[in-house]
């Protein structure tokens, strides 16, 4: 059985095959709107999303397939006080496959140690996200036709934007590939995000200001600052307004360069910005439903990936 816990959990290789896979679904969703029929897929979400769980709802739908869960954590056993690894023991007796999202770190891979259905990781606290990670690479390749010989800028709050990091290191594994950071001092990313980087050799540099770095990159992935991971209301409110993206910084960039962003978008990037064919982040969302119904396909028959 195979869980999506990181986007490392996929070799390259297989990542191709999933993606080949996805492309395929966006040319010809008919031919797979039956490939789920009687199966079901448990949402598990404890912490508040829209565009995650309704993608990878819509994603089972497509396939014509069922769903259930939960969207609050309140409404659900957790309140009553019932662990994840209980949770997901009786949800291996509903459904057939499980995401899950959760506030703490490595929630999912817990979900996995105890599960009897393959576990999709929506996002676990600042860690890792990685159906979004595979949307994210799924565009870049789209868009551009290959997943190497990038420059990447990501800007925003970096140190608690799980988005981030699992972009970081999946995009790591690619050759000639360099990040540029931009954030302020305080949400900068995490040690052990450069000291992978380090180990790796794979050349990086942090800048504060979006103006310094934009006329290098092939790539901009803005992320919002990540307000409920903050411990107190004043550094948020000093933080957040702290890179907007306009035309006017936008006049700066590569003619070429795209802009990514995993949303929901708050103000870092102005309105008028999103009519310029550079804005990708509305096209990234259609690639997302296509990614996590290849997700699914696989998963649900992992053989797939070796034929
Ligand atoms: C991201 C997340 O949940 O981490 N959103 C998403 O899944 N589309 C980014 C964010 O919340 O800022």
């Known amino acids: 059985m195979r869980h999506l816990l990181t986007p490392q959990d996929f070799t390259t290789e297989e990542l191709n095959t999933l993606f080949d896979l996805a492309d395929d679904i966006g040319k010809h969703p008919d031919t797979y709107s039956h490939a789920m029929e009687g199966k079901k897929l448990a949402t598990l979400f404890y912490e508040p999303s829209t565009r995650t769980r309704l993608s990878i709802e819509t994603a089972m739908l497509n396939l014509g397939g069922r769903t259930m869960g939960f969207a609050d954590a309140q409404s659900s056993s957790a309140a009553k006080g019932e662990t994840v690894a209980d949770t997901i023991r009786v949800i291996s007796c509903f459904a057939d496959i499980a995401a899950i999202r959760h506030p703490k770190e490595g929630a999912a891979m817990v979900a996995a140690r105890y599960s009897s259905i393959p576990v999709i990781n929506a996002g676990d606290g600042g860690h890792q996200h990685p159906t979004q990670t595979l949307t994210d690479m799924l565009t870049i390749r789209s868009l551009k036709g290959r997943l190497d010989n990038y420059v990447i800028g990501l800007c925003g709050d970096l140190k608690f934007g799980r988005t981030v990091h699992s972009l970081i290191s999946a995009m790591s594994r690619y050759e000639n590939i360099r990040f540029v950071f931009i954030s302020p001092p305080e949400l900068r990313v995490p040690d052990y995000v450069t000291d992978a980087l380090n180990d790796l ?53 590569k003619s070429d360069m795209y802009i990514l962003h995993p949303l929901p978008r708050v103000n870092e990037i102005a309105p008028e910005v999103d009519d310029d064919p550079r804005a990708a982040y509305f096209r990234q969302v259609k690639y997302g439903v296509y990614v996590r119904m290849a997700l699914i396909l696989t998963l649900m028959d992992p053989a797939s990936l070796n034929a």
């Not at 103006?211 to 957040?240: G, H, I, P, S, W």
């Open 201 to 253: 050799g794979i050349p990086y540099e942090e800048v504060t200001r979006l103006e310094d770095a934009l006329d290098r990159l092939d790539f901009l992935y803005m992320t919002r600052v990540q307000k409920e991971r903050f411990f107190n209301e004043e550094d948020y409110v000093r933080l957040k307004d702290y890179y907007i993206l306009d035309r006017n910084k936008l006049s700066l960039a």
